[in-house]
C-alpha cells in the first residue's frame, strides 16, 4: 500500500473514533428519561410572624405592624366621637322646618324669591345629617374590622404556625383592608356631596336671609311662632356654619392619612396590584375637594388633633 494510502485510512479511522467518543459524552452528560427533577422543599412551619416565599421562611408579620393596624382603630374611634358634634348641623334643619309652616313665612318668600332657596339648602342638609350619622356607624364598623386584622397578625407573631405562602397571606391581608376602607371611601364620599356639597355650602347665606326675614317679620308683627323660631336662628344657623366649615377637609384627611399610613407601615404585606388600588381610592376621594394626592396628611395633622385617618407599600 502506498503511503498516501495508508495516511488517508488512519485519517478516517481517527475521524470515526473521535466521533464515537463525542457522541457517547453527549449521551451521558443528558438526564435519562426516567430521572426526577428535584423542587426546593418548602418548610412544614415556620417561626412566629414567618410566612413562606421562595421556598423559604421570611419574617412578615411584626409587632410594629400590629400596632400599626391598632393605633388606625383608635383613630377611627376618635373621629367617630367628633361626630358627636355634627348634630348641631340638624338644628338649622329642624328651623327651616318649622318657618316654612309659618303662613307669614310663605308670604316672604312669595315677595322675596330669594328665599326659595332654604328649600334646597334644607333638603341638603337634611340629607347631609343623615349621611354624617351613618359615617359614625360607617367608622365604627371599620374599627372593629381593623381590630379583628390586629388580633390575626398578633396570632401570627406569637405562635408558630403552619407554613402559609407570603402570597396567600398579602391576599388574605389586602381583602381585609378594603372591608375597612372601600365603605369608608363610599361614606365619605356621599358626606362630601351632602353635608359638604354646594348647597350645604350655602348654610352661611341662608341664615343670612333667614335672619333678615326675621327682622321684616317682626316689624310687620309675625306672631310669637316666628318670633320663638327667630330666636333660635341666629345660634342655629351659627353653629351649624362652623362646624361645617371646620369639618370639610377632616374626612376626606382621615381617609388619605389612614389608607397611606396602613399601606406605609403594612409594606411587605401588600402585594403591588393592592397598592396600586389603594393609591387610586386616595385619588378619588381627594378629587372630592380637588387636593393633590398624598395632601391629605398634612391637614390631617390638624384634624388628627380631634380626629385619625390612611393605604400602599
Known amino acids: 500500500m502506498q503511503r498516501s494510502q495508508i ?44 410566612a413562606v416565599e421562595n421556598g423559604a421562611c421570611v419574617a412578615a408579620v411584626t409587632a410594629e405592624k400590629v400596632e400599626a393596624v391598632a393605633q388606625q382603630a383608635t383613630r377611627l374611634d376618635e373621629f367617630a366621637k367628633l361626630l358627636d358634634s355634627a348634630e348641631v348641623v340638624s338644628a338649622p334643619v329642624e328651623l327651616l322646618g318649622g318657618f316654612r309652616q309659618l303662613d307669614v313665612w310663605k308670604n316672604m318668600i312669595k315677595l322675596n324669591t330669594k ?8 333638603a341638603a342638609l337634611d340629607t347631609g345629617v343623615k349621611e354624617l350619622r351613618a359615617l359614625k356607624v360607617t367608622l365604627a364598623d371599620s374599627s372593629a374590622k381593623l381590630g379583628n386584622l390586629r388580633g390575626e397578625l398578633d396570632g401570627l407573631l406569637k405562635s408558630p404556625a403552619v407554613a402559609q405562602p407570603l402570597a396567600a397571606l398579602q391576599s388574605n391581608v389586602a381583602a381585609k383592608l378594603h372591608g375597612v376602607l372601600d365603605p369608608l371611601e363610599a361614606q365619605i364620599t356621599k358626606v362630601a356631596q351632602s353635608a359638604l356639597g354646594p348647597a350645604a355650602q350655602k348654610l352661611s347665606d341662608v341664615g343670612d336671609l333667614v335672619l333678615g326675614a326675621c327682622a321684616m317679620g317682626k316689624v310687620s308683627g309675625g306672631g310669637d311662632s316666628l318670633k320663638q323660631l327667630c330666636d333660635q336662628a341666629k345660634t342655629a344657623f351659627g353653629s351649624a356654619t362652623t362646624f361645617l366649615a371646620d369639618f370639610k377637609t377632616k374626612p376626606l384627611a382621615l381617609f388619605n392619612d389612614l389608607s397611606g399610613s396602613l399601606e406605609s407601615k403594612l409594606s411587605n404585606l401588600l402585594d403591588i396590584q393592592s397598592q396600586k388600588l389603594l393609591q387610586e381610592a386616595q385619588t378619588r376621594v381627594n378629587g372630592l375637594l380637588n387636593l393633590p394626592v398624598g395632601g391629605g396628611s398634612a391637614s390631617g395633622s390638624a384634624a388628627g388633633s380631634s380626629a385619625g385617618a390612611g393605604t400602599a407599600r
Open 7 to 50: 495516511f488517508a485510512a488512519l485519517a478516517v479511522a481517527a475521524s470515526t473514533s473521535l466521533a464515537g467518543v463525542s457522541c457517547k459524552s453527549k449521551s451521558e452528560t443528558k438526564p435519562s428519561a426516567g430521572s426526577a427533577v428535584v423542587a426546593v422543599k418548602a418548610p412544614v412551619s415556620c417561626p412566629p410572624g414567618n
Open 115 to 122: 328665599l326659595q332657596v332654604v328649600d334646597e339648602v334644607a
